[in-house]
């Protein structure tokens, strides 16, 4: 069944949204719409400007998905797009027209597709389209297990501290997954990947039994790894207020350093959408607040 909509003065068609996408609680795609329309004001300023890549699962989560960076060539004419180059693509493709998500329509067009997850760069583009220098460093933190987000959180509060050193903030969210990420606004200093290494593996030589710095599978059990790479301009990194594709609707969600300092159990920095809408009536936008 399709239902036409007007969104904002845009029109769009909104088609079977009684589907099951989240087949453990039947969260459906009508609530995936409702969660991306009603978190909008908070997602959409750290999606603003930059060229978004999306996780589709057409069949839920338990089905086959794909990525899609390319803005779907029956996407409406009023979708913002940006050609960038994309060198040394797998596709042997030159370019990618990448839609840029500015504003409610184009992230209800999206969620409609069933863009579960939105994944964005650490850099921006310019109003004429072109690539922009980073303005946010990530140190994405992935526990291997038995660690859990609880070592994380241990590990953040240090990179807190390195930060501070270098007169940066950090701002924390957990993935939505297992692990969790910290931000930092970014300047021109020194490019955000050689810096983001050097601090890994600082800490890593001061911290050996709780951090590795390096991606092998077999240093990593019972520590947490800094990943620096999501640094690459080529990365992506999920977006705050994102969903992600787990057996629920978990969010990468945004946190107090309180939560970081006091957590005990990985339970208590699960958050799905309706937790994380009442946290936004609560708290509002916590990512960027130091």
């Known amino acids: 069944m399709k239902v036409p909509v007007k969104v904002d003065g845009r029109q769009l068609t909104l088609s079977n949204l009684d589907k099951v996408l989240y087949s453990e609680i039947g969260f459906t795609k009508a609530e995936v719409i409702d969660y991306y329309s009603r978190i909008a004001p908070v997602l959409l300023p750290h999606l603003r400007d930059r060229p978004l890549t999306v996780k589709r699962y057409p069949d839920g989560v338990d089905g086959a998905f794909f990525f899609e960076k390319n803005a779907p060539q029956h996407a409406p004419s ?146 947490v790894f800094i990943d620096w790479s999501q640094n690459n301009p080529a990365k992506t990194t999920v977006a705050p207020y994102s969903l992600r594709a787990r057996s629920h609707p978990t969010v990468s969600t945004p946190l107090l350093w309180e939560e970081v300092e006091s957590c005990g159990s990985p339970e208590e920095l699960v958050f799905t959408a309706a937790d994380v809408l009442a946290r936004v009536e609560d708290h509002g936008d916590l990512f960027g607040q130091a």
């Open 78 to 223: 009023w979708l913002r797009r940006a050609t960038l180059p994309v060198p040394g693509s797998t596709k042997n493709r030159e370019t990618i027209d990448f839609a840029v998500v500015d504003d409610l329509p184009s992230l209800v067009y999206y969620a409609n597709l069933a863009a579960l997850e939105l994944h964005v760069p650490q850099w921006k583009v310019s109003k004429d389209g072109e690539a922009l220098p980073p303005d946010l460093l990530v140190l994405d933190l992935d526990p291997g297990p038995p660690a859990t987000i609880v070592e994380c959180c241990r590990v953040a509060t240090l990179i807190r501290e390195v930060l501070a050193e270098d007169g940066l903030v950090a701002w924390p969210k957990t993935s939505g997954n297992k692990g969790m990420q910290l931000y930092s606004p970014w300047d021109d200093r020194v490019e955000p990947s050689d810096y983001a290494r050097r601090l890994a593996q600082r800490l890593a030589k001061e911290h050996p039994d709780e951090v590795v710095s390096v991606m092998a599978k077999k240093l990593r059990p019972g520590k």
